[in-house]
Every structure is written in C-alpha cells, then in structure tokens.
C-alpha cells in the first residue's frame, strides 16, 4: 500500500521540524512526519495546521504515510539517533526507497552505511544542510551525496526548499556516498577560519585601532557593502553593536572569551592531514579557539606579569590595512579549503564541480559571501588551476593588498595582539611565492639522519650523502 505524503522527515526537535515547515510550504509537497516521542510530533502539527502535516505517532504508519518511492529525511542526533531511525526504515522501505540522512554525520560514516545498504536495493544520501534553524526554516544550502539515480527523486524536492542565490536553487549533487557529508565539513571548516580571522580584525581594530565595539560595528557594516560581503560580516556587526540589558556594557566585553565547537573544524583538519592538504586557516582557527578555552595557562603565563609591548598608535589607513589584510587571508582559507576537497574527491572517487558548490555556497549557509561568486566564475573559467590563488581577480587582490597585509602582521606582532589566522595566512602565501624554500635543508638534514635522500636541481636520479663515511654523493636510483 503507498501513502499520499512525497517526503517524510524523521525527528522533529528544531532542525527537523523548520525543514518539515519549510518542506511543507512548497507547492507539491505533503510531509509525513515522525519523531521518536510522539508529544513533539503532536505540539508541530497543533502549532502548524497550515503545513497540513500527515501525523504518525508509529514508525509504521509513517512508513505507509509515505508515497512510492519512499523518500524520509532523518534529522536526529548524529551518529546513534541516526543508526537507530536508519535500522527502523530499512526494516520496512523497498528497493527503490530513499534514505536521507541530513543530519551533521561524519562523511566516514555515511560512506560506511551507503556501502552496507547499497546491495538492498534502497538508496541512502548522506546530504550536508547548512544555514542553522533560520536556514532550515526559510531555505539552507544543501549538499547531497548518494546515487545519481537517488538524485533524480530527491533534486527536485530538495530544489524547492533550497536557498535561491542569483536566481539559482542552492543545492547539487556533489558526489558519491559520503561527498554531501564531506563537502559540508570542509563548509564548517572554511566557517571557523572566517570567523577567527574576522576576530583577529575586531581584536586589531579593538586595540590598535583603539575603537568602541560600536564603532567597529560600524566599520564592518561598512565593509559588507564592498567585497567583504557576507553574511558572517553583517552578524559580526549586530553582535558587536548589541548592549547587555544588565550591564549597559557592549555585550562583547560580558561574553566569556572562551570559545567552544561541535567538532567538525577538528574533523576538517583531521581529514586534511591524513590527505597531506595545509588547511593552517582551519588549523590555526581551531587552535584558536583551543587556546581561549585553555583559562588556566592563559592565567598562568598573564601572571608571568611579563611586560607586554606598548601598543603603538595606530598607523594612517590602518583601518583599510586590515580589510586588505582579512580579504586576502580569507581567500587563502578559501583556497586550502578547495584544495581539501579536490584531494578528498580524489581519494575517495567523487567528481566534484568545484564551481557548483561555490554557488550552493552563495545562500543560505553560514558562509554565504558575495566573494562566492568570483570563486564559482574562477572555477568556471579554469577547472584544474593549481590553487584559487593563481585565479587572475584574487591574484590581482592580493597583490594589491600585500603590503597592507604585512603591515598589518607586522603592527600586531609588535603590539602584541595574536593574529595566528592573518600569520598563518600570509606565511602560507609566502611559501607558496617564494623562489626556494629551506625544505632543501630539512632534505639534507632527513638524508644525514636517515639516509632518506635526496633529489638535485641539476638533473634526474636519486641520491645519498655518505654522511657518516667520505661525504661523498651515491647515486640510490
Ligand atoms: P538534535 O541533534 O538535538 O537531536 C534531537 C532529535 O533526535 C529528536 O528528534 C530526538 O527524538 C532524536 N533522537 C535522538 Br536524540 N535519539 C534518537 C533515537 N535513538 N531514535 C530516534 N530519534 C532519536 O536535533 P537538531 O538540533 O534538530 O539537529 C538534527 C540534526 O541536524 C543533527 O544531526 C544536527 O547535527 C544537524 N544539524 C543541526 C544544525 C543546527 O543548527 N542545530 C545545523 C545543521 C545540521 P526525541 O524527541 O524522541 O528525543
């Protein structure tokens, strides 16, 4: 027997229900809806008459609510929720079906379970959805992996309740199995990279600049009209204008500066280490948010009462210093994260448009930027560049912004405000741009401790030192 509903969603605390909503308010769609403690499902559909919800309070009669193909979205606690809702469908869904898993589960996972449940005939997609509750409520960047036959069911249900960016729907296949999870983590990646770096340039305007939360509310409101456009701009400029009620204080300077995280920056890095990719702006902004968190060394070493530099007066421009300075760190973070999912692509056999996800990128995520659409046309214009940095419109940006840059890196070193993201940033650069670099000597030093060798500038072969012997140079291969 086939139900009427075209998608159900599984779990209704606050994702699943605002998807279920926003699902519901596209024409064509009528949403079956289930959760674990009937009492949510039931406070939904009171709450929501006008979603006319299709209610069950069994997994059973959710599984007959449902259209054939079958279609449910899972959006539960990551890892156990999902495997429990995902065994009690694969007990009752066909060949044919469609599992879609759009929680925030690691793309290792999704890989292992849509290889376990491929040979049954029922597809599963492991589907990355960004943008938080407003997001899922009004229309979230959605990253779907899965068969490309699963796609043709799912695309165009997913299409209508997706982010429209420039007149186009959020969402595409990104790839096989697990590649929706993993391009979703690299997005929560590149996440943490930006806001550290648009935290060092608060801390910078903050202390060199010797602004008032308010007015540098001010100065990144004036930032978002020009390339620095973004959502995480304009959120950063509410935030720092906003006044604690009990104090009268910039709420900024009540917020306890510990920052915490759910983990997938740590699984960003994780990842890109095992695929040997630099993703330092990840890296350091993890790390960064580690060591705010780290209170009884920051107490230990501040009662050092070591002297800290004097802070410096700000230098003239220093203002427009620092957007030059945060614009080219973040496309470097950009460029690492690209170059995490390209390698991840690699390895795990997915055929990523590099260009397409920049463009699910320009809404409803966290991330969106205007800056997505240079990347999307860079990608468009040449596929196989090396880096995003070779791009001719960021090249040219960062050239022109280079010295701002180092100026920037140079003040904050001497007044003692840490930028590791703006560092990191423009060390990586550097050794991308530079002639030589002293790997040649990390080389020499692995072939006198290890006999690792070594390859020459002057031509093909492998070689050895006899280090320990004459000194003199063997030929190995
Ligand atoms: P939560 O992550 O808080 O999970 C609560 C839901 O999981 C409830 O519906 C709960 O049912 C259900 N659940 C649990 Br817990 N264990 C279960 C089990 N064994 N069997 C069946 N159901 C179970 O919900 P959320 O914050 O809405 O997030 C849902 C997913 O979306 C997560 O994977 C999250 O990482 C992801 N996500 C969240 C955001 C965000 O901004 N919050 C953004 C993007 C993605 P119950 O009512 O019976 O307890």
Known sequence: MSGSANIGVVGLAVMGSNLARNLASREGNKVAVYNRTYSRTEELVKEHPEAGFVASE???DFVASLAKPRTAIIMVQAGKGTDAVIEQLLERFEPGDIIVDGGNANFQDTIAREARIAPTGIHFVGTGISG???????????????????????????????????????????????????VKMIH????????????????????????????????????????????L????????????????KPLVDVVVDEAGSKGTGVWTVQNSLDLGVPVGG?????????????????????GLRLARPAIPAAPDGFVDDVAKALYASK???????????????????????????????????????QFLNVLADAY????????????????????????????????????????PGFSAALSYFDSLSVDRLPAALVQGQRDFFGAHTYRRVDGPGVFHTLWSGDRSEVQTS
């Open 282 to 302: 990840v890296a350091e902004a993890v790390f960064a948010r580690a060591v705010s968190s780290k209170r009884a060394q920051r107490d230990g070493v501040a």
């Open 58 to 60: 069994s997994i059973d």
């Open 233 to 248: 701009i304009e959120i950063t400029a509410e935030v720092l204008r906003h006044v604690d009620a009990k104090t009268g």
């Open 188 to 231: 929560n990646g590149i996440e943490y990279a930006d806001m550290e770096l648009i935290g060092e340039a608060y801390d910078l305007l903050r202390h060199v600049g010797r602004l008032e939360p308010a007015q540098i509310a001010d100065v990144f409101t004036e930032w978002n009209a020009g390339p620095l456009n973004s959502y």
């Open 380 to 419: 468009e214009q040449n596929p196989d560049m090396a880096t995003l940095l070779e791009a001719p419109y960021f090249a040219q940006a960062i050239a022109d912004g280079q010295d701002a840059w180092r100026r920037v890196v140079i003040t904050a070193t001497q007044a003692g405000v840490p930028i």
């Open 331 to 369: 496309v470097v973070a950009y460029a690492q994260g690209f170059d995490a999912i390209i390698a991840g692509a690699e390895k795990y056999g997915w055929n990523v448009d590099k260009g397409a996800i920049a463009k699910i990128w320009r809404g409803g995520c966290i991330i969106r930027a």
């Open 132 to 182: 938080g509750e407003e997001g899922a409520l009004n229309g979230p960047s959605i990253m779907p992996g899965g068969s490309a036959e699963s796609y043709e069911t799912l695309g165009p249900i997913l299409a209508s309740i997706a982010a429209v960016a420039e007149g186009e729907p959020c969402v595409t296949h990104v790839g096989t199995d697990g590649a929706g999870h993993f």
